[in-house]
């Protein structure tokens, strides 16, 4: 990590560690309980070089220490608690001390000012308020930074432009799907033209370059910045990405990121692809140690034109479980994605289906076409994707070039993947 990590953020991230460890181990009966199993004890871990050491906690541990997982405090110093959706069995409630929601609220607060918001800004919030951490993160963010939050919630796509038109808004803040859809609303409604939106900040769905494009166009808007986080990592608000686009800082002084394989789980070569692994340094009810997010990234070695001490790592390319596995090939719908924003002539909407049939794998990409265009060149376009994804991932799909608007739009996060084996 040496490479990235500059000495001042470095010497942050040693004393963290250790206190975590130490913060852990003594008020956490689950943590304690962990480290002795890994025969661990605080006084092994003196700094960064001994974090390998440490066990991996995972979704599971959060789950199975329902409702009150990995807390480190006593019940009555926590003041809130917040929780993500599980598709499948229980949720995951993560509770927050007073200086946990103050070092959230920091975070964010920093996030806002590297997107160029501040006191002359009015911010449209148009993300989930309640137990969701999206909401009130934001908000906190936003006062924080003095800009004006104009807090609307999700959906509601008239109440959206009433704002928009009336207010006029210079930041609007929600998921990729929810930008695409308030873009294209805004063209249908002729209204675009009348929007004052110059900064984009989305959630960390993933979007490809075609989709950012088409959303700072219809949008006229100059900046889309991509925030990321998570309920279990305090919530949004753990990083974001400069003016200069090129990768999202993340405020190493508050968790230590490592990329792991994820099947090995060592760690891979800097800027390789792998699972993004945090550690948090200063978080009091529910620290996290060695936490795999089962997000794919890769650290991005080298300053940033920006000058910025923090580190950074590309964008979120996908799950480490949306992994599908294509005649033996391991396939991550974000290098699709990837390939596809490269693309010219196609609209940013796609999906993958997958049949299998006489025993073997089949992988369709349907893509819609540029709206511009007409339908004589879709076999040479069809031609051109497939042999883009056969040189770059080793598999073999059959591209089908479909209307533009002919699949699903959504204003939360757009299905991408059809498995049908
Ligand atoms: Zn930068």
Redesign the pocket.
């Known amino acids: 990590m040496d490479h990235i990590v500059s000495d001042r953020l470095k010497q942050a991230q040693e004393e963290g560690l250790v206190w975590t460890v130490f913060h852990a181990y003594e008020n956490s009966e689950f943590y304690r309980h962990k480290f002795k199993t890994a025969g661990i004890s605080p006084g092994d871990v003196k700094g960064l070089e001994d974090l390998h050491k440490l066990p991996f906690t995972t979704a599971d541990d959060l789950r199975e220490g329902y409702p009150f997982p990995l807390l480190s405090v006593p019940e009555r110093e926590v003041v809130r608690i917040h929780s993500s959706s599980g598709t499948t069995g229980k949720r995951k409630i993560i509770s927050y001390t007073r200086k946990d929601i103050e070092d959230w609220t920091e975070m964010f607060a920093r996030c806002y000012r ?1 997107a160029g918001v501040g006191e002359e800004d009015r911010v449209q919030i148009a993300v989930g308020y309640g137990l969701w951490t999206a909401g009130v993160g934001f908000q906190a963010g936003c006062e924080r930074v003095g800009a004006m939050a104009v807090p609307v919630g999700p959906g509601n796509l008239d109440m959206q432009f009433q704002f928009l038109l009336d207010l006029k808004p210079s930041v609007i803040c929600c998921t990729s799907s929810m930008a695409l859809l308030l873009a294209e609303e805004a063209e249908r409604r002729g209204v675009a033209g009348e929007l004052s939106i110059k900064t984009v900040i989305q959630g960390s769905e993933r979007c490809g370059d075609a989709m950012r494009r088409a959303i700072l166009d219809k949008l006229g808007a100059d900046h889309l910045h991509d925030i990321t986080g998570m309920t279990e990592l305090y919530g949004p608000g753990a990083g974001i ?4 686009h ?2 999202i ?1 993340y405020w190493a002084d508050y968790y230590i990121l490592e990329i792991v394989d994820p099947e090995t789980l060592e760690p891979v070569e800097p800027g390789e692809l792998g699972e993004m692994v945090v550690t948090t340094l200063k978080k009091e009810a529910a620290p996290l140690i060695r936490y795999r997010t089962r997000d794919l990234t890769r650290l991005i070695p080298g300053e ?5 001490p ?1 580190p ?1 790592h590309d964008r979120i390319l996908g799950r480490s479980d949306d992994m599908i596995i294509v005649r033996g090939v391991n396939v991550y719908p974000g290098q699709i994605d990837e390939i596809l924003s490269g693309v010219e002539g196609i609209s940013s909407e796609y999906v993958i289906e997958l049949e299998r049939s006489g025993g073997k794998d089949f992988m369709l990409i349907k893509v819609e076409r540029d709206p511009a265009l007409d339908s004589s060149d879709d076999r040479e376009l069809e031609e051109r994707i497939a042999a883009e994804v056969k040189s770059k991932i080793m598999v073999s799909a059959q591209v089908q070039i479909v209307d533009y608007g002919a699949l699903p739009r959504s204003e939360r996060k757009s299905k991408r993947v059809f498995d049908n084996r």
């Not at 990405?241 to 200069?244: F, I, K, P, S």
């Not at 940033?304 to 910025?308: A, D, F, I, K, V």
């Open positions: 590297m990405d400069c003016r200069e090129e990768g800082h940033c034109p920006c000058g910025s923090y950074r």
